[in-house]
């Protein structure tokens, strides 16, 4: 294999390591405030066991994603450095705003959110944890701002190669940006309401009755049944948002070779690239004119367009596009169907009473986000190639002239520390949810009711 | 923008500067959480959890400084931030994997179940192992020009071992003002032990530098260069004499002078990369290309200077917040 190639696969393999944490640390930390909130508002304990349920495994998912990421920032350099030289006029600004705005505030607040609760007041802590949310969402910001210019690149000049910046409000609010942004936000909402009603259904399974078990049951199913319609709404602008400004990422996305009116909705194809055309095709008729076109004879692009004059295709490839997309759409109506029939069984049964079958299903659905959320990402990364800034740059120009049997020897040690990692990651968060149902306490503390009995608790402690 | 005269020279100085001090702070707060790391062998099983206590609510925000250096390096000037990396290919994913597992051993040793807390002690250990021997590398290869020649990498294995040391030295002079008790009396001997490390990373560099580059060789024996020069090494040899006078006294009643050690190797790391600093300006690939000829256009860094001016200060303001709150003998951790 070639260094391209696995410098590529080195990427793809730490970003998608990297994405799992974020996708769930971002809404977590918005969840984590609302428990805190909800126990200042009326000083329920089950609202506090629920937060110092949770905040563990936000702890665990942060640690893993800040590693990750410094891994990133330092792989443009040793793999990409053609990227910086590129557009580093660009990307630079981004990324150093997503540092100094985003990355210290998480970092310091987090500690205090963390460990500080016996050593600050309460609305200093309910102010950390509100700091360190705020600092996820706006590093997910500033780094979706400069992915969505990759993809629809705005406010630039060109001279000899380099992009020089001419406006920053274009730059920044780029024609794809506001959908990524929704897109993922909500993509990290659901990701977090499966992962909640997930391992709260396993700790019902497991026989754990208590109150914050219930509510946070209740909470994953109703977040993720109201989250659900708004991202099959929001993925449907994107699409047509892609269709504007990326065809031939649509077109792979669709299966669909010629440019013509009344295409199918394919809900099964094998792509060939070689024969250009699709292999047992199952599909809807006039679906995907329908979708994109909002009309039956809505003329769709096809792959055919986007072929040079000697054959070499200038679309991505089309088979991983075409089964990315169809990963995350299913993903995305399972959740759909399960969340709805949660909520409806929570609205007769109660939390308590939810078949068994449903929690066994939730159970299942627990990391369900990250399938989704890596298929989704797959589906627009791989349907930028070859460009890796559409129109300027491509992938090749950028990659580094580092010997493959080194890129090949980092990219096996990365996969063997990412393997172990993801299996620890997913094996301690069960182990915490089995700790807890079996009624060990998470905290020996009494904590006041906000503003009342903390002169009665103080000779307490 | 012409306000301090042409931009294309205040700018890259400007962020020259600020990416020296990143990496300054970095390598001293990074390099107290990794020295502590790298003393977890050294100590007993009830001693570990108040080891990771003494750093676990700083650890992260002390490796954003290097995400910030790596940062400014990268956008201020891309060009070599391309070449270093790329020459540095095989120790900065050494360093990456040990960041990695140094970084999650902190949540897993507490979180996984408790049969596996050696096993993750020991990542932690490893982890801080890896990343401050392939920094201590890195440091070297830099000296040396980036060119891998036997020699230039057997003086990176050098530096390797001494800047290890030194962290342990800083991580253990962190651990002195930060416990109390029998633990604190360990780590008295931990950072006379370290000693040596301090002392002959900075000799080694500094007798390798001027012998590299005949540039540099000018601007430390020249004169009147050599008078601007000797107050480092003068006060170098200050700080490291109060430190060995010191630490024969400590622990002294009522927890005094605590801190001293702390300062005292802050201030050695402080005048080390002062006096390389001084060596290598204005080159940031050594002797190859300039801050001035690796810089990003100047309308891109004003934009993030604008920024830095304003945000900056917040950063100093709450970092130094989350220092006061957890100020005092380090204790349990615990998020309730």
């Given at each position: 294999?070639?260094?391209?190639?696995?410098?590529?696969?080195?990427?793809?393999?730490?970003?998608?390591?990297?994405?799992?944490?974020?996708?769930?640390?971002?809404?977590?930390?918005?969840?984590?405030?609302?428990?805190?909130?909800?126990?200042?508002?009326?000083?329920?304990?089950?609202?506090?066991?629920?937060?110092?349920?949770?905040?563990?495994?936000?702890?665990?998912?942060?640690?893993?994603?800040?590693?990750?990421?410094?891994?990133?920032?330092?792989?443009?350099?040793?793999?990409?450095?053609?990227?910086?030289?590129?557009?580093?006029?660009?990307?630079?600004?981004?990324?150093?705003?997503?540092?100094?705005?985003?990355?210290?505030?998480?970092?310091?607040?987090?500690?205090?959110?963390?460990?500080?609760?016996?050593?600050?007041?309460?609305?200093?802590?309910?102010?950390?944890?509100?700091?360190?949310?705020?600092?996820?969402?706006?590093?997910?910001?500033?780094?979706?701002?400069?992915?969505?210019?990759?993809?629809?690149?705005?406010?630039?000049?060109?001279?000899?190669?380099?992009?020089?910046?001419?406006?920053?409000?274009?730059?920044?609010?780029?024609?794809?940006?506001?959908?990524?942004?929704?897109?993922?936000?909500?993509?990290?909402?659901?990701?977090?309401?499966?992962?909640?009603?997930?391992?709260?259904?396993?700790?019902?399974?497991?026989?754990?009755?208590?109150?914050?078990?219930?509510?946070?049951?209740?909470?994953?199913?109703?977040?993720?049944?109201?989250?659900?319609?708004?991202?099959?709404?929001?993925?449907?602008?994107?699409?047509?948002?892609?269709?504007?400004?990326?065809?031939?990422?649509?077109?792979?996305?669709?299966?669909?070779?010629?440019?013509?009116?009344?295409?199918?909705l394919l809900l099964f194809a094998i792509p060939d690239e070689e024969a250009r055309e699709n292999r047992m095709e199952i599909g809807v008729p006039n679906g995907a004119s329908l979708i994109l076109k909002h009309k039956a004879d809505g003329v769709v692009p096809g792959l055919n367009d986007f072929v040079a004059e000697d054959g070499t295709p200038l679309h991505p490839p089309v088979a991983p596009v075409f089964w990315s997309f169809r990963i995350m759409v299913g993903t995305g109506m399972a959740m759909l169907a399960l969340s709805w029939a949660g909520a409806y069984m929570l609205r007769r049964r109660g939390a308590e009473h939810m078949p068994k079958l449903m929690l066994f299903?939730?159970?299942?659905?627990?990391?369900?986000?990250?399938?989704?959320?890596?298929?989704?990402?797959?589906?627009?990364?791989?349907?930028?190639?070859?460009?890796?800034?559409?129109?300027?740059?491509?992938?090749?120009?950028?990659?580094?002239?580092?010997?493959?049997?080194?890129?090949?020897?980092?990219?096996?040690?990365?996969?063997?520390?990412?393997?172990?990692?993801?299996?620890?990651?997913?094996?301690?968060?069960?182990?915490?949810?089995?700790?807890?149902?079996?009624?060990?306490?998470?905290?020996?503390?009494?904590?006041?009711?906000?503003?009342?009995?903390?002169?009665?608790?103080?000779?307490?402690? | 923008m012409d306000l301090f005269g042409d931009p294309n020279v205040w700018l890259p100085f400007t962020f020259a500067a600020l990416m020296g001090v990143s990496i300054l702070i970095y390598v001293v707060l990074d390099g107290f959480d990794l020295g502590v790391g790298l003393l977890m062998p050294l100590s007993e099983d009830d001693e570990k959890d108040r080891l990771v206590a003494s750093i676990g609510p700083f650890w992260d925000a002390n490796e954003t400084w290097l995400v910030l250096a790596i940062g400014l390096l990268l956008v201020a000037f891309p060009v070599a931030h391309g070449v270093i990396l790329t020459a540095l290919y095989l120790p900065v994913a050494v360093m990456l994997v040990g960041l990695i597992l140094r970084g999650v051993s902190f949540e897993f040793r507490a979180k996984a179940p408790i049969t596996q807390k050696p096993f993750w002690n020991a990542a932690f250990f490893t982890g801080s192992l890896m990343a401050s021997m392939s920094q201590g590398f890195m440091l070297g290869m830099y000296v040396m020009g980036l060119t891998w020649t036997l020699p230039h990498v057997i003086f990176a294995m050098l530096t390797a071992v001494f800047l290890t040391v030194g962290y342990s030295c800083i991580g253990a002079a962190w651990l002195i003002a930060k416990t109390d008790g029998r633990l604190q009396e360990k780590a008295v001997g931990w950072t006379k032990g370290g000693i040596w490390g301090l002392l002959l990373g900075i000799a080694a560099i500094s007798l390798a530098t001027p012998y590299v580059s005949p540039r540099i060789f000018d601007k430390w024996f020249g004169f009147p260069e050599l008078l601007y020069l000797a107050p480092l090494p003068i006060l170098s040899a200050g700080l490291?004499?109060?430190?060995?006078?010191?630490?024969?006294?400590?622990?002294?009643?009522?927890?005094?002078?605590?801190?001293?050690?702390?300062?005292?190797?802050?201030?050695?790391?402080?005048?080390?990369?002062?006096?390389?600093?001084?060596?290598?300006?204005?080159?940031?690939?050594?002797?190859?290309?300039?801050?001035?000829?690796?810089?990003?256009?100047?309308?891109?860094?004003?934009?993030?200077?604008?920024?830095?001016?304003?945000?900056?200060?917040?950063?100093?303001?709450?970092?130094?917040l989350s220092y006061v709150i957890f100020r005092g003998k380090a204790t349990e951790l615990r998020y309730d």
């Open positions: 294999m070639d260094t391209l190639l696995l410098s590529r696969i080195q990427f793809g393999a730490n970003i998608s390591f990297h994405i799992l944490f974020p996708t769930i640390t971002i809404a977590l930390g918005w969840v984590l405030l609302f428990f805190k909130l909800r126990f200042n508002a009326t000083g329920e304990h089950k609202w506090m066991e629920a937060y110092l349920f949770w905040v563990k495994v936000f702890a665990l998912s942060f640690a893993m994603g800040v590693v990750s990421g410094i891994t990133m920032s330092f792989q443009f350099g040793t793999n990409w450095p053609g990227f910086m030289e590129a557009v580093g006029n660009i990307a630079g600004p981004l990324l150093a705003y997503e540092v100094l705005t985003a990355f210290f505030l998480e970092a310091v607040f987090l500690g205090i959110m963390l460990f500080g609760a016996r050593k600050v007041p309460n609305w200093l802590h309910t102010t950390a944890t509100f700091l360190v949310a705020f600092g996820t969402t706006m590093s997910a910001f500033w780094i979706l701002v400069l992915n969505s210019w990759m993809h629809t690149p705005a406010g630039y000049e060109l001279r000899d190669g380099v992009a020089y910046a001419t406006d920053w409000w274009a730059i920044i609010f780029n024609p794809s940006m506001p959908y990524r942004q929704a897109h993922m936000l909500l993509a990290s909402g659901l990701t977090v309401a499966f992962l909640i009603a997930g391992i709260s259904a396993l700790r019902l399974l497991w026989g754990d009755r208590k109150e914050s078990v219930k509510s946070t049951m209740r909470f994953g199913v109703i977040l993720g049944a109201v989250l659900i319609p708004i991202q099959i709404f929001a993925g449907d602008m994107h699409g047509l948002n892609t269709l504007e400004h990326q065809p031939q990422k649509v077109a792979a996305m669709e299966g669909n070779w010629e440019t013509q009116g009344n295409v199918p299903a939730f159970s299942g659905m627990a990391f369900s986000g990250w399938l989704a959320t890596l298929a989704g990402w797959y589906t627009t990364e791989i349907g930028r190639q070859p460009w890796l800034v559409q129109g300027v740059l491509t992938t090749k120009q950028a990659v580094a002239d580092v010997p493959a049997p080194m890129v090949l020897s980092t990219l096996i040690i990365y996969l063997v520390v990412y393997a172990a990692l993801i299996f620890a990651y997913m094996g301690t968060v069960t182990y915490l949810a089995w700790k807890a149902s079996r009624g060990e306490p998470l905290s020996t503390r009494k904590y006041p009711r906000s503003g009342e009995a903390e002169v009665a608790a103080i000779p307490g402690e | 490291l004499a109060f430190l060995w006078w010191k630490l024969k006294r400590l622990p002294m009643e009522g927890d005094r002078f605590a801190w001293t050690p702390f300062a005292a190797i802050m201030g050695l790391f402080t005048l080390s990369f002062g006096g390389m600093a001084y060596s290598f300006y204005p080159y940031v690939v050594p002797e190859k290309l300039t801050i001035y000829e690796a810089a990003s256009a100047p309308e891109s860094l004003i934009i993030i200077l604008a920024g830095t001016v304003f945000v900056l200060p917040a950063i100093l303001a709450y970092t130094a």
